[in-house]
């Protein structure tokens, strides 16, 4: 059991999606994330053990590891894409309530702006961390943010820009969230934004990685 989860993390940890990924290619012809998930689930090793044992701990050091620019983006898209892969075998066990979230998390890109790879790898960074995501995709207003706390009470929301024309429109949002559904935590991020601004517009939370986001919503959870 232990060996088959260690080589679930190492699955993770270098980003080898499936049987057919050709990356990393000293695992190329070997199965992947979502492979080892499976066989994992057949032998007996229950969804709760493959989350918190194998995929939390991986997406932990890959955060790590770019937090501390030990790696960069291409690397971490692989590690979330193979955690993906992992996830989907476990959906069914989040459905069914076997697997206890943490929380909700709602994201998007602000209004204005159509980049979505940094909010991408954060909803994956996220949801491997044991959250339930909400993604409302990209150029999205206060209105889709209220409309998706509304239906999702006590979740916490992030706002992602890319743009420095865009981020401005992060303050329209944080107020219309904070006044319409007050006590709702709010985090931004971005490469425009930084401490100063998040305090500026009265947002809760900033974080330069994904893994920083995810450990403050560890905090909030625990």
Known sequence: MEEILEKLKESVELGKVDLKSPYPPQLRGMDGAAE??????????????????????????????????????????MSAKAM?????????????????TKGTFIIGTVK?????????LVAMMVEGAGW????????????????????NPGAVVGLSALLTTTMMNMSEIVADIKTQTPGTIVSIGGAPV?????????????????????????????
């Open 36 to 77: 080892i998930t499976v066989k994992a689930l057949a032998a007996g090793v229950g969804p709760k053990q493959i989350l918190e044992n194998a995929l939390v701990p991986a997406m932990s050091f890959v955060g790590k590891l770019f937090s501390e620019n030990k790696i960069f983006v291409p690397q971490m898209l």
């Open 84 to 100: 993906s892969a992992s996830m989907i075998q476990l959906k069914p066990f989040f459905t069914s309530g076997e697997i206890k």
């Open 112 to 120: 204005g702006d159509l980049h979505d790879i940094g909010k991408n």
């Open 132 to 151: 339930t995501v909400v993604d409302l995709g990209v150029d999205v207003p206060s209105t889709r943010y209220l409309e998706a706390v509304r239906n």
């Open 194 to 222: 930084n401490h100063d601004f998040c305090k500026k517009i009265g947002a809760d939370f900033y974080s330069a990685d994904p893994h920083g986001l995810v450990e403050y919503l560890n905090k909030l959870a625990s």
